[in-house]
């Protein structure tokens, strides 16, 4: 078996950590770049792609059908910014001191992070003192995080980089990624960059949204471009066995809909925790991996889409006010999927500088900045960042009080 190291090198049908055969269990149909917001002058000139999902049948894992060549996703002007919310703020400060205590503990430990966007964990380490680098290959991104002091290449993380870092700046006692590793297609040449950078005795550590949670809250919006893969402690163990790696530890998170950090080590280096068997007996009991459990995940998908569209077709017939919140990526799924345009929501609000004043990807509805949300409140806001709920909610509560209410579609379409 050969090692796809990029995308153009796919097998169509085919695994991209195995060879196997995948199966496709859903199609979201004609979908844009999810963080492609667009200006008057590239309206003209959007990508899009079909968007579908399936598994694979000898390794587990689920992944996207197609994905958009890498440089088309993350450039110069990659609008998202980590930093945008106070509770993933927190969540990365908490991360980067608890490496700092439990692993940086060493003469001159060294700490590398794959996607670090705008700096929002290795800020801490900087301030530290601790040695580290930063791969985020988004420029705009990038300098925000060298604005705070941390170190940053501009380099796709993968084999051939690693090796470079490796060799420049000697072994790392911890390589960290979040919301990173699912969305790199190309994992052979992952795992082989982690083997070459990673020191004796060190760890891969990264967190992404689990495919547990995805199925058991319907959150199909986790499926776009960025999301190549679905993961489980299933496929995560069996990509980590054939390089080698053994999975760990694991930890259920809150952030992002509910996510796994999967811990990684050397083959034989570091027992794994109760919790790694514990998770994985979960996934067998409840057929987290079985094709009947996909399948019928893929008809819930169907009913929220049903559901949700003729909502807001009556909410528009009875002359309500609707308008959306968070312009995230998933959001594309959303409105693509489902085919919601300026029609059914006349704008969505998002604190993001480099969103505003441009409309959102394929379905072309306004993004607007955060004040226009009260200006005046609608009757009903489409909670698209549904993940960050107790944050917006905790500082919009003047929207209820003004009689304003929340439409939420996961884990099924309501109204609070
Ligand atoms: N870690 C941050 C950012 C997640 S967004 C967080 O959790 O909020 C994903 C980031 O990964 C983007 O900034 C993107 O530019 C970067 N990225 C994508 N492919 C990469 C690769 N091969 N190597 C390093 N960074 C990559
Ligand atoms: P997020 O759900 O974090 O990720 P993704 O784009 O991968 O789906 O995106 C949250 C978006 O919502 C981001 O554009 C910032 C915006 N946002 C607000 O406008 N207000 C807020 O209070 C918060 C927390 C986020
Ligand atoms: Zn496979």
């Not at 050397?266 to 409840?286: K, M, Q, S």
Request: glycine share 10%; aromatic share 10%.
């Amino acid at each position: 078996m050969t090692d796809r190291v990029g995308p153009a090198q796919e097998e169509k049908g085919r695994c991209r950590v195995c060879g196997g055969a995948v199966h496709e269990f859903l199609d979201l149909g004609r979908n844009p770049l999810s963080d492609n917001f667009l200006t008057a002058e590239n309206l003209g000139d959007e990508f899009f792609f079909r968007l579908s999902v399936g598994f694979c049948e000898s390794c587990t894992m689920v992944q996207l059908g197609e994905v958009p060549p890498r440089e088309r996703m993350f450039h110069d002007d990659y609008p998202y910014y980590s930093s945008g919310s106070s509770v993933m703020r927190k969540h990365f400060e908490q991360t980067a001191r608890e490496f700092l205590e439990t692993e940086a503990t060493g003469d001159d430990p060294f700490i590398v992070e794959i996607g670090c966007n705008d700096g929002v964990l290795l800020k801490t380490v900087h301030d530290a003192g601790v040695r580290h680098l930063g791969f985020e290959p988004s420029g705009k991104v990038a300098e925000v995080a060298r604005g705070k002091g941390v170190r940053v290449t501009g380099d796709f993380f993968e084999e051939a980089t690693a090796v470079a870092v490796r060799a420049a700046d000697g072994p790392a006692d911890v390589i960290f990624a979040a919301n990173t590793i699912c969305h790199i297609p190309y994992m052979g040449s992952i795992l082989k960059g982690v083997d070459a950078l990673l020191g004796p005795g060190g760890v891969f550590v990264f967190e992404d949204p689990y495919l547990g949670e995805i199925v058991s809250k319907t959150s199909f919006d986790q499926i776009y471009d960025e999301h190549c893969f679905l993961f489980s402690a299933h496929s995560v163990a069996e990509m980590a066995r054939r390089h080698g790696f053994a999975l760990v530890d694991v930890r259920r998170l809150e952030v992002h809909g509910g996510e796994i950090r999967y811990t990684l080590a050397r083959a034989g280096e570091r027992e794994p925790t109760a919790d790694v068997a514990a998770l994985l007996a979960e996934e067998d009991e409840r057929g987290l991996t079985d094709p009947a459990t996909l399948k019928g995940f893929a008809a819930k998908v169907v009913e929220i889409k049903d559901t949700l569209v003729t909502l807001l077709r009556r909410l528009k017939d009875e002359g309500r006010t609707v308008v959306a919140y968070g312009a995230t990526a998933k959001s594309a799924t959303v409105t693509n999927f489902c085919g919601i345009g300026p029609d059914l929501v006349s704008f969505v609000c998002d604190t993001t500088p480099a969103k505003q004043d441009r409309l959102s990807p394929g379905a072309h509805i306004p993004v607007r900045p955060a004040s226009a949300f009260s200006d005046p409140y609608p009757d009903y806001a489409l909670l698209f960042a549904w993940n960050h709920a107790e944050e917006i909610m905790a500082k919009e509560q003047d929207f209820r009080r003004s009689g304003g209410r929340w439409i939420l579609y996961v884990p099924k379409v309501r109204v609070v």
